[in-house]
């Protein structure tokens, strides 16, 4: 079956446009991830959805970035008047469930989005 | 919060020869579970080997296996037999709850040569 699916493979855009990237998880993944690897940083978690839960947006870096997940399953990372410092790949990964043992909470990833601010 | 350190930023080994990564983590959770994801080119994050704390058997996958050592919260990957397609970015990484978010270590460049 078809993977995490993740578009556009590639951004560039420049200081203070907003851009927004987009995230298909595997049929059926109820949980959904946005991390974020940059050279400074590394790799470092930005938000979740699980369900019909409240999302966990514990990593987001600032009020400019924001995330939703439509239906329960297509996810849209948009990033507000973009910096030089949110140059990142952005990944998106999707599990089955969570507190759940065995290996359904083992996530999942796409290619990544490389977004470039220039 | 979770810390996950690898010490080695790069490696280099000999094609068909064995070579050890480095991972140690820091936590106060009895309940989580640790895994090594390898990162080609491509960027495609992939899954290598998994370990569940409560499980004292070390995980084996084929040419992978980690020895966890959880009192020292110690959690080494060995690649056996290397070979060419094993050169790649390898990243540890932490969860815990089960289900929550991965903390990744800073990642281990791994080149295998021919």
């Known amino acids: 079956g078809a993977g995490v699916s993740q578009s556009p493979s590639n951004k560039v855009t420049e200081k203070g446009k907003d851009v927004e990237l987009r995230c298909d998880p595997i049929?059926?993944?109820?949980?959904l991830y946005w991390y974020r690897q940059s050279l400074g940083q590394g790799l470092e978690f930005l938000i979740y959805?699980?369900?019909?839960?409240?999302?966990?947006k514990s990593g987001l870096p600032s009020d400019r970035f924001s995330a939703e997940r439509t239906g329960g399953s297509v996810s849209t990372l948009t990033i507000q008047r973009t910096q030089q410092e949110d140059s990142a790949v952005y990944l998106c990964?999707?599990?089955?469930?969570?507190?759940?043992?065995?290996?359904?909470?083992?996530?999942?990833f796409g290619p990544g989005t490389r977004l470039t601010v220039l | 919060a979770q810390t996950v350190t690898q010490s080695q930023p790069e490696m280099s080994v000999q094609e068909a020869e064995t070579v050890t990564l480095s991972c140690t983590y820091d936590?106060?959770?009895?309940?989580?579970?640790l895994f090594w994801y390898k990162q080609p080119p491509s960027r495609q994050m992939i899954l290598v080997i998994r370990q569940e704390a409560y499980k004292q058997q070390n995980a084996t996958e084929n040419r992978f296996s980690v020895n966890f050592q959880k009192a020292a919260k110690s959690f080494s990957l060995k690649i056996s037999d290397s070979q060419l397609g094993d050169t790649a970015m390898y990243f540890c990484a932490f969860m815990n709850p089960p289900g929550n978010m991965l903390t990744f270590g800073g990642g281990t460049r791994l080149m295998v040569k021919p």
């Open positions: 936590t106060s959770e009895n309940n989580y579970y």
């Open positions: 049929s059926g993944h109820t949980a």
């Open positions: 959805f699980q369900g019909n839960s409240a999302p966990d």
């Open positions: 990964a999707s599990s089955l469930a969570r507190d759940n043992r065995g290996t359904d909470n083992e996530q999942f």
